[in-house]
């Protein structure tokens, strides 16, 4: 895959960015070159070696057009999720750990729910919290928009999700 300056993308560890140049480092001998990646939410530069990123998991951020699919996944029922506690965190950070948009998405939604109908550990609750600020970092990066209005519009799909389970249950 090919990257360039000005590439929206998204770091696994550290979620979404954009391409703000190419940086020589190293000795004169043996310089590299590396993609200076700055990341707003957390107002973090990044750099990753240019030969490197696929190796790092840096993949493209989502475009536009895939945002109203993360909103439907908030808004569909979730996944039951399991009753044992290891388990159930190494499930979800096993999602959260792919850095893809609709898995974070599942996490948002079902950790939601679970909070919903009972209560959620530290860790859960940690994990909801990772999912979320990276989902909506993704959903604003797309949309060149706010992180505030990528977070309105989650609340908005998980708010119609409930409603609409109501209905049915």
């Known amino acids: 895959m090919q990257f360039a300056i000005n590439d929206k ?3 696994p560890r550290h ?3 954009r391409i703000t140049g190419i940086q020589q480092k190293g000795s004169a001998g043996e310089a590299n070159s590396y993609f200076v990646i700055y990341i707003p939410a957390q107002r973090l530069t990044v750099y990753v070696p240019t030969q490197q990123m696929e190796q790092v998991g840096v993949r493209p951020a989502i475009s536009l057009a895939k945002v109203p699919r993360v909103l439907d ?3 569909s029922a979730p996944d039951s999720l399991q009753d044992d506690i290891d388990e159930r965190q190494k499930g979800l950070w096993a999602k ?3 850095g893809y948009v609709v898995q974070a998405a599942e996490v948002v939604r079902d950790l939601t729910w679970r909070r919903y109908q009972s209560h959620l550990t530290r860790k859960d609750t940690e994990y909801l919290t990772r999912g979320r600020e990276w989902l909506a970092a993704e959903m604003a990066l797309a949309s060149d928009g706010e992180i505030s ?3 309105k519009a989650i609340d908005a799909a998980l708010a119609a999700g409930m409603e609409s389970a109501a209905k049915r249950g």
């Open 149 to 151: 209005e990528a977070n």
């Open 96 to 98: 959260l750990g792919t």
């Open 73 to 75: 996944t908030l808004k």
């Open 9 to 11: 993308v998204i770091h």
């Open 15 to 17: 979620g979404a960015g």
